[in-house]
């Protein structure tokens, strides 16, 4: 059974840096993408950044201050926020996409970042 679970969330001051972490446990056979989302309180969940066949992905709002890695040996995918801004404040979610015929949408429980002013 694969399961993802996300670390690092917390409080922090504009400006500050934070690096959350999502553990992979079970196989994942054929990965098609897999990143970070976001849910800011009251809106929709929104992509973050996220790795694919076709390369790295950010969105606009946080490019140049995030960065998504991962350590395959590890299972554990990265995302390192710097120059964090209050708009930043969500819950943060780990995804895995994977399938060939059918695609499965893997999601973790969330980590909540704030950021105060």
């Known amino acids: 059974q694969v399961q993802l679970v996300e670390s690092g969330g917390g409080l922090v001051q504009a400006g500050g840096s934070l690096r959350l972490s999502c553990a992979a446990s079970g196989s994942i056979r054929n990965i098609i993408n897999m990143g970070w989302y976001r849910q800011p309180p009251g809106k929709q969940r929104e992509l973050v950044a996220s790795f694919s066949s076709g390369g790295t992905n950010y969105a606009d709002s946080v490019k140049g201050r995030f960065t998504i890695s991962r350590d395959s040996v590890k299972n554990t995918l990265y995302l390192q926020m710097n120059s964090l801004k209050p708009e930043d404040t969500a819950v943060y979610y780990c995804?895995?996409?994977?399938?060939?015929?059918?695609?499965?949408?893997?999601w973790g429980q969330g980590t909540q970042v704030t950021v105060s002013s």
């Open positions: 995804n895995v996409k994977a399938g060939m015929v059918v695609t499965t949408n893997y």
